[in-house]
Structure formats: structure tokens, C-alpha cells
């Protein structure tokens, strides 16, 4: 069966793709290079959106990787929200089928039809109905039940004001236009999407080379410790991606520091003697390959 475009979601895309290209170069022949309080404001409204992604949407609500308590959770709910990546519910169902599914047709962004199509065009199709079993335990929470019924409106009031907000605090609307809104969201959809398709082509299969996922340290810091991918589809309810300590994971570290001062109350770790037996067999394998 043919699967048909959803064009809300096409025309947002290319919309604030097209309006980012010309209003950043009207601004930047017009005014040069923002000021350091929209520059300060932009990395900070990145990292926060990109971290609650991987950190909430990811690890928490996806896979229960750990335990948040309601402060954490609501400041990651938010600036979750912020990212425009739809609400939590369909976001963790399409993550849920990926990963039951993964490489394979019932997979929503599968790598084998393409890198464009795992990075970015498969948002550009209506989405299957969502099946309430794959998330039956988020269905259960009333504020996200809320979240994804009044998804649209809260994510784009929510960031024009802010944005908006924050440029006439600093002296120039215009910029918090264009940096605080277009191109933060610009940035936080590429790093994201980079996880399905660059974390599905371009580094190492340490721990299970049946599947696509790969891992790759440069994607890791483009995503906030995402990039450690073929052990996150292993082991996909460990908190962690990266599991040296000098992996670049500040989710990860945002956890663990979060539990030692009460935030978590407790986290998903894989034993490390099952990590290595795992790599250990991988190893023999590709031998015998």
C-alpha cells in the first residue's frame, strides 16, 4: 500500500528550511554576526532541546533506561517539547517499532531505503496510527495524554514567545528570529536525525554486526553521546551509549550526576562481564566470516 504524504509536516520542513536561508543571509548582510547574548541563548536553547530529546524523549520515556522524578521530568518534558519532534507518545511509539523492527520494512526509518529517507524523508509520509499497546505505559500519564492531544499548539507558542521573548530582551527581535528559532531548530532536527541515518552507515559494529546501527565517536558529539549506536541497539535499556568513561556521552553524565543528587532514583546498566562476552563472540564470528 502506497503511503501518502503528509503535507503539514513536508511544508514545515521545507517552510523553515526556505525562510532560514534567506532571513539568515538578509540578517547577516544587514547586521553581521549576532550579538553574544542571542549567540550565549542559541547554544544554550540547543543544548537544553538536544539533551531533553535524547536524555527524556530517548532514554527516559522510550526505554526506561532509568527513574526521574517529577522535577527532571517536567524539565525535560519541556524542553522536549521545544525541539518540534512531535510529542513524546508518538515519538517513543515510531522509536519502539524501529527497534522491534529494525532494518526491515515495519522499521518507520529504515537505513535500507536510503540515507535521505532514514534522515529526513520518511517525516515527509503519514505516520501508521499509532498502537496504543507499544505505549500503553505513557498512555497512562494524563500530562503526556495532554502533551500530544495539544502537541502543536504548545510547541510553536511555546517557541515563537520564547524566541520573540528573548530577541526584544537583548535589543533585536529579528535574531531570536532567526538564530533562536529557525536556526536552533534547524540544528536540533540534523543532529537528531543524524542518529538514523549516520548512526545507520558510517563507524564501527562492536557489539552486533546483524544490525545496521554503528558506532561513531564524531556523531557522538554532533548528538550529545548518541553516536554510540551499536551498543545502544545491543543494549538498548543501559542509560549509557558510550560506556568508557572517556566516551563523549553528557547524557549520560547528566543521569549519573542527576542520581547522586537525588533527581534519579535509579538507572539500567548492563553488567560488564556481558558486555565483553558479547564483543568476544562478535569477535569469533567475524572470523568465521
Request: with cysteine; hydrophobic share 45%.
Amino acid at each position: 500500500m502506497e503511503k501518502k504524504i503528509d503535507w503539514t509536516v513536508f511544508l514545515f520542513i521545507l517552510g523553515y528550511h526556505v525562510l532560514l536561508i534567506v532571513f539568515l543571509q538578509i540578517y547577516i548582510f544587514s547586521k553581521g554576526l549576532p550579538s553574544k547574548e542571542i549567540l550565549y541563548s542559541f547554544l544554550i536553547l540547543f543544548i537544553a532541546t538536544g539533551i531533553s530529546i535524547t536524555a527524556g524523549y530517548h532514554r527516559f520515556y522510550s526505554h526506561k533506561s532509568y527513574r526521574a522524578n517529577k522535577l527532571l521530568e517536567s524539565i525535560l518534558l519541556f524542553f522536549g517539547t521545544l525541539a518540534l519532534q512531535g510529542s513524546v507518545i508518538s515519538w517513543a511509539h515510531g522509536h519502539r517499532l524501529h527497534h522491534s523492527h529494525v532494518d526491515t520494512e515495519k522499521d518507520p526509518y529504515c537505513i535500507k531505503k536510503g540515507f535521505l529517507f532514514a534522515h529526513v524523508v520518511w517525516l515527509f509520509y503519514l505516520p501508521e496510527p499509532i498502537k496504543k499497546e507499544v505505549v500503553s505505559d505513557l498512555y497512562q500519564k494524563k500530562y503526556l495524554r495532554f502533551q500530544h492531544k495539544y502537541y502543536n499548539l504548545l510547541a510553536v507558542s511555546l517557541n515563537v514567545f520564547l524566541a520573540l521573548s528573548l530577541g526584544f530582551l537583548f535589543g533585536d527581535v529579528f535574531g531570536g528570529f532567526v538564530f533562536l528559532l529557525l536556526f536552533r531548530i534547524f540544528a536540533t532536527h540534523h543532529t537528531t536525525w543524524f542518529i538514523n541515518s549516520l548512526a545507520h552507515t558510517w563507524g564501527k559494529q562492536s557489539f552486533s554486526k546483524e544490525l545496521s546501527a554503528v558506532d561513531n565517536y564524531i556523531i557522538a558529539l554532533l548528538t550529545f553521546g548518541e553516536g554510540y549506536h551499536n551498543f545502544h541497539h545491543t543494549f538498548p535499556t543501559d542509560y549509557r551509549n558510550g560506556i568508557k568513561w572517556y566516551h563523549f556521552d553528557p547524557t549520560k553524565w547528566l543521569i549519573w550526576i542527576s542520581s547522586k543528587i537525588g533527581l534519579v532514583k535509579g538507572y539500567s546498566k548492563v553488567n560488564n562481564k556481558i558486555i565483553y562476552e558479547r564483543i568476544k563472540s562478535e569477535e569469533k564470528l567475524h572470523v568465521l566470516h
